[in-house]
Each structure stands twice: as structure tokens, then as C-alpha cells.
């Protein structure tokens, strides 16, 4: 039942107007909350005190757990200067949260990070060379841009050329992990004959 459900799960993915969908719903989801969620925020800053930031620093660790998870599952086509490079941008990826002390810019690097694996794997279906990195944090970069766009239209939200910068850059250290980790994994034979 679990490899059935993997394999639908994938195809899923493996269809090109299912991820631009997705896509433009996750875009839709992040646009459509942000008047929201500053005052959903100064919630919880006063619910959970000094825990929001705690709360999203667990939020990018189980993340990251899931990718490391994958990347163990499939431990035999990764070599240790891969594990090297994901933990290194892991920790450059975490340092750059731990930095930012607002809760909001920290929930705005996560979402753009996920939203540059979802461009990749949509991508993945048109381009077929390195250009799919710069392409995919491009588009990044223009969603981050109209993000903020929409924010210097809002009255409790600021336009800040810095959260684009930020935004950006969430895209970017996902498309390297793609490009150093994900992406350079050795090509592993299986034989399916049976030994019957």
C-alpha cells in the first residue's frame, strides 16, 4: 500500500499543470494572508510570548528533516561531499532565520524557499540544463517583488526593497541545495530480474 501510494504521489508531480497549479495556489495562499497576517502574528506573539520564533525555527527543522529523510532513504546515490554541501547550506539557510527577528520575515523565507523547490520541480518539465537554477530563482525574485508590491498597497504592511533581497535569496539557497545535493545524486542500477 505505501510504495501504491508513493508511486500516485509521484505522478502527481511528474504532471506539469498539476505543479503550475499548485503553484498558483501557494502563490494565491501567501498574496491573499499577508493582510491578515500581521495581526494573526501580534497574536501569537502575545499568546506564545517569546516561543514564536522557537515555533518557527521547529517549522524550518522538520522541513529540513523531511529532506534529509530522502536524502538518507536514498543513501546509496549520495556521496559525503553532498551530505558536506547539505549541511552547509542547511546551516546557512537556518543562520540567515536565526538572523531575521521578525516572525513574519522568517515565515516569508521558508515560504519562498518551498515555492523555488515547487518552481524547480515545475521547471524541470521545460528545461533540462543548468539554466533551470537561474530561471527558477528569477521567478523567485518577481514573486518576491510583487509580494511586496502588494504590501506598499496595504495599509498595516510596509514596502521594504530588503524582503525582496531576502526573498530572493530564500530561492536561491534552495536552488543551490538542489544544484550541489538533490540534483548530483550517482545513478544507481537496479536489477529487476526475479532469483526464483
Not at 518551498?114 to 514573486?143: E, G, K, M, Q, R
Not at 544544484?179 to 548530483?184: E, L
Request: charged letters at 15%; one cysteine or more.
Amino acid at each position: 500500500m505505501y510504495i501504491h501510494s508513493t508511486k500516485k504521489y509521484s505522478k502527481w508531480f511528474q504532471n506539469k499543470t498539476f505543479l503550475w497549479s499548485l503553484i498558483a495556489c501557494y502563490v494565491t495562499l501567501i498574496y491573499s494572508t499577508l493582510y491578515i497576517m500581521r495581526p494573526i502574528l501580534n497574536f501569537l506573539k502575545m499568546t506564545l510570548k517569546g516561543y514564536l520564533n522557537l515555533s518557527v525555527g521547529i517549522m524550518f527543522l522538520i522541513i529540513l528533516s523531511l529532506v534529509l529523510a530522502h536524502i538518507i532513504s536514498n543513501r546509496e546515490r549520495y556521496s559525503v561531499s553532498q551530505y558536506l554541501w547539505f549541511s552547509f547550506i542547511s546551516c546557512l539557510y537556518g543562520l540567515v532565520i536565526y538572523i531575521l527577528e521578525l516572525p513574519e520575515e522568517q515565515v516569508h523565507y521558508i515560504e519562498y524557499g518551498v515555492l523555488s523547490a515547487l518552481i524547480y520541480l515545475a521547471l524541470t518539465h521545460d528545461i533540462n540544463n543548468v539554466s533551470i537554477y537561474i530561471f527558477s530563482s528569477i521567478i523567485v525574485f518577481v514573486f518576491g517583488a510583487i509580494d511586496e508590491g502588494i504590501q506598499w498597497l496595504l495599509p498595516n504592511r510596509v514596502f521594504d526593497i530588503r524582503d525582496i533581497i531576502m526573498n530572493g535569496t530564500a530561492g536561491i539557497l534552495v536552488q543551490l541545495l538542489i544544484a550541489m545535493v538533490i540534483s548530483k545524486r550517482k545513478v544507481v542500477l537496479v536489477d529487476h530480474t526475479d532469483s526464483s
